[in-house]
């Protein structure tokens, strides 16, 4: 069992041994619970990460509006433990099955009645022990591809992310250094694509042949793995991140997402986030600057133009750099996507669009 | 230039040949192009697909309500034209936007203003030519991955699906025979199984080790690339091939989607459906067969039952066998994920489950 694996069994043991005590004690037995809520989160502007504060609530045994949860943070944990004693790693969704169960004497009642119930109860436990989902041997789907100058061990298994054909190596949901090592990283950056068609255009054009570089996929917003992955590299081997995304709010998530973290799993942020990690584009400027014709652009919706003024006020969009590109996207009232640019050609995309605006130092940060 | 992509251009060009022949003839020019409904779609029931009928519609350029079409098959047609003599390949997004421009003398009207208008028009090429997507150099979006027993030559890049770790080989979305080659198929089958969480258990536990086959995902409904891939893999190796998927009516449907291809695209069946496809599980009798408890189950939804009674009807599905499955699972009123079965132990699927079901033989055809 590794080192790590041992630790995150003693804190389940830490809280075991500590809620008997309290039942010794005839005390109510308690659990702090760390809150993940928007008032508890906060951005930390030195490492330019979303951080959670340090409220906490107290999850009482004895109290009628606890006890359940009291019982499902328990079970979750003692599920945890006997799968990371098992050595090996399950779905969130096989979480909740294995404890969909009635809860003792009861046939009516069940531990967990569904998946929405399971999950939160999950993260709770994940701030409470301060450990990561991975840590627990449970993972979420995954999503996104990578290919690039280097080379990488799996599960044993040697992969040189050069000679990965067309399709590229499937980003797995667990990359801790557990299972995932960086060999032979000869890359200068790393380049983070939301879309899997745009990525299979650098592919097929050799970019990061060209260029000296990893290039990694997202199919839209990046999947833990895949963000954890970027975060390991970016730190381990100090490597630039690059993201090129949709000019449009959406597009602007998934990038802060990526480099800060996310409201809902603040908590996760120094494991996840890449606070260096630029935005290329597509920004609003660049329909000037790259003489994109306006027959491809598209109008911004309600919903686009609400999430923008949402944007403006967050503490993490507040540079100027940032409020200047957000209120240009609402000044001109049009988004456009990544495929836009082949407007200019298949490959300008490759050959001209993204070596300009490495060159030029053209991202915002 | 491949020996396929000078005959696709030859059936480009033949189709603007023939055009303006019918010019200079002083006729009104016309395509013929295949209809692509439900009403020109029939069940195969000797070779095991849907194929499309042999109901074409006249598209006139001197017709108005035909023009605007008209001239946009001609202009997808040069465009694909345009690509494969680049020897690139793009998305169907970038046709879009390649074509997303005001047609001459217009400033009013593009010639497509939606890639909802420029797909049905790539289909009907498509038809028209008698050629897959693939051919004219275009792809969808890309989804699912491999290991097992097999190497594949991708792009002249060599891959060991027996040491991909635990992410696997990301199935793009061309696999053509240009593109990819299949080598060192040592494997008896292949597993093809719906949700990418499940496979990971499959590739955790090395199941396409242990079993001699080769596993596949689809992270929902199989892509084009994976249908392809299976398909070809079927055909030219001789495999046979066993479905994994939930039990519920979107499970069915995915299974006979890859089996016998979609109504929608029946005119693709030939060359992606697998005729041969086992459905291995899970069967509304699996529940009793595998004494799964009744806590995982979840009820039928309104919109569930809608789907089985539909399918109850379609002509593959009209088998005995398939009549009694559907019909237990609308006479118990309940469905079954994948996940449930872990219910029984997060292994019992790859320990039990399978195993089972394959020395017993326990599928549907």
Chains 1, 2 share one sequence.
Not at 51 to 80: I, P, W
Not at 252 to 270: H, P, W
């Amino acid at each position: 069992m590794s080192e790590k694996s041992v630790k995150t069994i003693n804190k389940i043991e830490e809280l075991a041994k500590e809620t008997l005590k309290q039942i010794d004690n005839k005390k109510n037995p308690q659990i702090n619970v760390p809150l993940r809520s928007l008032s508890n989160t906060w951005f930390d502007e030195k490492e330019g990460i979303l951080r959670m504060g340090d409220k906490a609530q107290k999850r009482y045994f004895m109290n009628l509006s606890h006890t359940k949860k009291f019982m499902q943070t328990l079970l979750v944990a003692d599920e945890c433990k006997k799968l990371i004693n098992s050595g090996k790693t399950t779905s969130i969704r096989d979480m909740f099955y294995s404890l969909k169960r009635p809860v003792a004497n009861s046939t009516k009642d069940h531990v967990f009645a569904d998946q929405n119930e399971s999950d939160p109860i999950l993260e709770d436990l994940e701030v409470t022990l301060d450990v990561m989902r991975e840590d627990l041997h449970l993972f979420a789907n995954s999503k996104g591809a990578l290919v690039g100058n280097i080379t990488i061990k799996d599960s044993g298994d040697t992969i040189d992310a050069r000679k990965m054909g067309s399709g590229g190596w499937a980003i797995p949901s667990i990359v801790e250094p557990e299972v995932i090592e960086f060999k032979d990283v000869d890359a200068d950056y790393i380049l983070f694509i939301e879309k899997d068609a745009v990525w299979r255009r650098f592919n097929e054009d050799k970019f990061w042949k060209n260029h000296n570089c990893i290039i990694t996929h997202g199919q839209g917003m990046a999947a833990r793995g895949n963000r954890r992955l970027i975060h390991r590299l970016a730190k381990e081997h100090n490597l630039p991140v690059y993201c090129l995304v949709d000019n449009d709010p959406w597009g602007f998530y998934i990038y802060s997402v990526l480099k800060q973290g996310s409201i809902n799993l603040a908590f996760e942020s120094k494991r996840m986030a890449v606070p260096k990690a630029r935005f290329l584009g597509l920004s609003s400027f660049d329909e000037e600057k790259f003489k994109i014709p306006p027959q491809v652009r598209l109008p911004l919706q309600q919903v686009d133009i609400k999430r923008c003024k949402e944007m403006l006020n967050y503490e993490w969009f507040k540079n100027k750099t940032w409020q200047t590109e957000i209120k240009h996207m609402l000044d001109k009232g049009v988004k456009l996507e990544i495929e836009a640019l082949s407007r200019r050609g298949i490959t300008f995309i490759t050959d001209e669009y993204l070596p300009t605006k490495m060159e030029t130092k053209d991202w915002l940060d």
